[in-house]
């Protein structure tokens, strides 16, 4: 009698313990795949700042060194009688 019951409940603990283990690796799975993806929109808001940094800065290394020649645009104000 005991033999009857206690086979099947040791195939329902192995599936059992199967599943949780199962649901383990998925959820540390996910977890790796989250951070990859984070550090993916990381990696291109990064570059997305270096390119205005370096669109800032170009205009900002160019004009002086263009005044300096004579070939640079002059400061105009609007309102010279202010």
Known sequence: ?????????????????????????????????????????????YSLLMASKSVFETPEQIVPRARETGRGPERRHRHADL
Do not use: F, H, Q, T
């Not at 603990?13 to 977890?31: H, Q, T």
């Open 1 to 45: 009698m005991n033999a009857l019951i206690l086979g099947p409940a040791i195939a329902a603990a192995i599936a059992a313990l199967g599943y949780v283990g199962k649901l383990i690796v998925e959820s540390w799975r996910d977890g790796l795949r989250e951070v990859r993806e984070r550090r993916a929109r990381l990696a291109s808001l």
